[in-house]
């Protein structure tokens, strides 16, 4: 029987995707198939190591098909735009680094996929117009970056976070989704928290 790739593909503000993997294949590949990015690159967004612009897909440094389980893209314009992959160990963020979105504790670019501290268990990412959220497997949410909305859910505005912190008060958490300045929570009861 003949199986057909697999494609996952997440295109916000620039190109992100990961690359075509059977499962045969991806077994057999000691690197794996790369996780592709394209599109504006002038904050490092690509992950490629540059802050050049690509106009076809280019593998994103260090990243392997094989080892990534989830990848979104954010921020507002191609000049703030940012991204996260979430591997099976840890979570990786590069691109604009401005309101803290990288998680890193730092507020620089970053052209290459780095690790975010702080995160384990993590099954869901979320990357917002300049903040990300983590759900870890007991259903916790983490949140980061940029907060003049409230959009860390911590109960407060204009304070940015420049690492991953724990959103008080939150009933156990299915999926998270991120919007441009505000953050969306499915409860495993099925209600939405936002």
């Known amino acids: 029987m ?12 620039a190109g992100l995707a990961l690359a075509p993997v059977s499962p045969a294949s991806a077994a057999s590949s000691a690197s794996g198939a790369p996780v592709l990015s394209w599109g504006a690159g002038r904050t490092g967004q690509l992950g490629n190591g ?8 280019t ?3 260090g990243l392997a ?3 990534v389980d989830q990848i979104s893209a954010g921020g507002t314009s191609s000049a703030d735009s940012f991204a996260l992959a979430r591997t099976r160990s840890t979570v990786k963020a590069w691109g604009h680094g401005s309101s803290g979105q990288l998680g890193n504790g730092g507020t620089s670019n970053q052209s290459v996929p780095t690790s975010v501290p702080g995160l384990s268990h993590i099954k869901d990412i979320a990357a917002g117009g300049r903040h990300a959220l983590a759900l870890d497997t007991s259903g916790q949410v983490y949140s980061w970056g ?3 909305y409230g959009q860390l859910g911590n109960n407060h505005t204009g304070d940015s976070r420049g690492v991953p912190g724990l959103v008080p008060g939150m009933p156990k958490v299915k999926q998270i989704s991120a919007g441009c300045d505000f953050s969306l929570a499915l409860l495993e009861n099925g209600k939405v928290y936002a």
Do not use: I
């Open 146 to 148: 940029d907060n003049a």
């Open 2 to 13: 003949r199986r057909s790739p697999v494609l996952l593909t997440l295109v916000v503000a």
């Open 59 to 61: 593998p994103v440094t």
């Open 50 to 57: 540059t802050t050049a612009d690509s106009l076809s897909p």
């Open 65 to 67: 098909r094989s080892d």
